[in-house]
T-cell receptor, first 113, second 114 residues
Framework: DAGITQSPRHKVTETGTPVTLRCHQT?????MYWYRQDPGHGLRLIHYSYGVKDTDKGEVSDGYSVSRSKTEDFLLTLESATSSQTSVYFC????????????FGAGSRLTVL | AQSVTQLGSHVSVSEGALVLLRCNYS??????LFWYVQYPNQGLQLLLK??????LVKGINGFEAEFKKSETSFHLTKPSAHMSDAAEYFCAVSDIGGNTPLVFGKGTRLSVIA
């Protein structure tokens, strides 16, 4: 979506390998989020960031870590990928003040064999 | 913790018929509420949001939703379905104030039959 780029868009990897997904924004927003989408579960929050080096855990953070060393990039790392982490991962930024209106990236589809 | 329940994982309507997608929230304090739409192989787009102003909220593409505190509901409606409305719809909730992360429902897939 406008202002948000996720990479890679598709990735196939093997169990036990590390994986890093990148979210890049061009609009200097403070808040960034990582969600995963799975059939029957909707979207679930993994981690979010409220500033450079400021992050917090979400509902399904086990097995994931994040880093934000600069405003525009928010990285999601799977230290040792498992098949249960096969999913579509969405990055989002918060654009509005007051109500937390999210704008989503196009998603990264990860398959762990 | 905030949560939303979407009734019906799949709804099917005929073209031109009323669309009604149900969402109920759980909160002791009226929260902010949102409806997002996801077309195949795309990210989510905001349809509309309720932020404690008017209880009837109008969104894009002819959709609207009504906040009913007594029923803890925020159902999404459209008077006449179009084929292009076929998508997955998500209700979401957040606390009032600040950039509290959104909590999403499990989604409802809308099919429109010609």
């Amino acid at each position: 979506d406008a202002g948000i780029t996720q990479s890679p868009r598709h990735k196939v990897t093997e169990t036990g390998t590390p994986v890093t997904l990148r979210c890049h924004q061009t609009e200097n927003h403070r808040y960034m989020y990582w969600y995963r989408q799975d059939p029957g579960h909707g979207l679930r929050l993994i981690h979010y960031s409220y500033g450079v080096k400021d992050t917090d855990k979400g509902e399904v953070s086990d097995g994931y870590s994040v880093s934000r060393s600069k405003t525009e990039d928010f990285l999601l790392t799977l230290e040792s990928a498992t098949s249960s982490q096969t999913s579509v991962y969405f990055c989002a930024i918060s654009r509005g003040s007051g109500a937390n209106v999210l704008t989503f990236g196009a998603g990264s589809r990860l398959t762990v064999l | 913790a905030q949560s939303v329940t979407q009734l019906g994982s799949h709804v099917s309507v005929s073209e031109g018929a009323l669309v009604l997608l149900r969402c109920n929230y759980s909160s002791s304090v009226p929260p902010y509420l949102f409806w997002y739409v996801q077309y195949p192989n795309q990210g989510l787009q905001l349809l509309l949001k309720y932020t404690s102003a008017a209880t009837l909220v109008k969104g894009i593409n002819g959709f609207e939703a009504e906040f009913k505190k007594s029923e803890t509901s925020f159902h999404l409606t459209k008077p006449s379905a179009h084929m292009s409305d076929a998508a997955e719809y998500f209700c979401a909730v957040s606390d009032i104030g600040g950039n509290t992360p959104l909590v999403f429902g499990k989604g409802t897939r809308l099919s429109v039959i010609a």
